[in-house]
């Protein structure tokens, strides 16, 4: 192929023609997952586009006042990126529902549920502690089919594992702004052109390493962790080759270890034993892509993708990247169990 030529096919090479590259099909399930993939675009672009300008605008930045679901303070740029992904969604016949960190309940959008089968679960902007120094903050997202017809709204059906989750990916605005998904045929990364206003592939087909450097953790909660943690961190403190790496925003520390190599961990602390990290919208999305790059994502004594929630905005400690690494962590995690189980036993 020239080199013009290639050029261009990789310029017109966007997330809703990709999608049918993967599923080599136009079927109306294709049509949908290319479409919805185009709005979930969408939200990115006009995040990203309020992002860069934040610093410049009244009222971008700071607080609302308001305390969210999860019991945090909201920032003016959640309940924006919120709105964002609502009205992305609005007259697309596609997203019934969406689940998102900053909403108590579902969001229901009446006119596409006749025909809309579709869920959205996301976190509109994970790490907002970020934004207002400017620092990468992210966007993660997944997508499922409904079950049933939901007639009370009571969204019981969103309550089972990660494993028919449809799509899932996330949303990194950093230097450049990029998407990461996967709709379960490999990992695939788009570059924003902000000339084109498109998300153009950059990276297909991304393998995480099977071991890698980086080690993601806040060791400001050591004293609140499990011993089995701790000798984890002690091991690493006393081995080369590690190197320690924690932006404070997810999306940002698992991207690193998608391309590097390497373990994120959000294990439970005595303040929240089951950990921060939220699973239906933070960390089984997460899993669903780093398992399709060849890595492994467990809450310690469980795979992520395995995880049952009890509730909407469930919790799980999160131990995800290469998967030498977390079975690195999980040995520390199984010989402390051991060792209980010994002492009981005599
Ligand atoms: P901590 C941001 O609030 C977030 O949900 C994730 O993006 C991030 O990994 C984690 O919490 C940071 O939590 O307790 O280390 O500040």
Redesign the pocket.
């Known amino acids: 192929m020239l080199d013009r030529e290639y050029a261009l096919d990789r310029d017109c090479t966007t997330l809703s023609r990709h999608v049918f590259q993967q599923l080599q099909s136009f079927s109306p399930d294709a049509q949908d997952l290319s479409a919805i993939m185009n709005r979930i675009a969408l939200a990115g672009k006009l995040i990203a586009r309020r992002l860069s300008r934040a610093g410049l605008m009244e009222g971008a930045l700071g607080f609302t006042g308001e305390i969210n679901v999860q019991g945090?303070s909201v920032k003016k740029m959640d309940v924006y990126a919120n709105e964002v992904f609502i009205s992305a969604f609005k007259q697309s016949g596609l997203v019934c529902r969406l689940a998102s960190e900053e909403m108590e309940n579902p969001y229901y959008i009446p006119e596409n549920c006749s025909i809309g089968r579709y869920t959205l679960l996301y976190?509109p902007i994970?790490?907002?502690?970020n934004v207002d120094i400017n620092i990468n903050v992210?966007s993660i997202f997944a997508i499922r089919q409904q079950e049933g017809d939901d007639s009370d709204r009571s969204a019981t059906d969103l309550l089972q594992n990660g494993r028919n989750q449809l799509a899932a990916g996330y949303i990194l605005y950093g230097p450049s702004t990029m998407l990461v998904y996967s709709i379960g045929r490999g990992v695939h990364a788009f570059t924003l052109d902000p000339s084109l206003g498109e998300f153009i592939l950059s990276t297909e087909d991304i393998r995480i390493p099977d071991h890698g450097p980086v080690y993601s953790v806040?060791e400001?909660?050591f004293w609140q962790w499990d011993e089995s943690i701790r000798d984890y961190i002690r091991y690493v403190h006393r081995h080369e080759g590690y190197t320690a790496r924690?932006s404070?925003?997810?999306?940002g520390?698992i991207h690193r270890i998608l391309f590097q190599g390497g373990v994120f961990l959000?294990p439970g602390t005595v303040k929240k034993p089951e950990g921060?990290?939220r699973l239906l919208y933070?960390t089984s999305p997460l899993a669903f892509l780093i398992e399709q790059a060849g890595g492994r994502a467990s809450s310690g004594t469980q795979d992520i993708l395995d995880v049952v929630p009890e509730k909407l905005h469930a919790r799980t400690p999160l131990i995800i990247g290469s998967r030498e690494d977390v079975s690195l962590v999980e040995s520390f995690i199984q010989e402390r169990s051991r060792q209980k189980e010994e002492a009981v036993s005599h």
């Open positions: 945090e976190d994970d790490g907002s502690s992210g806040n400001g909660n924690y404070g925003a997810l999306v520390d959000y921060k990290l933070e």
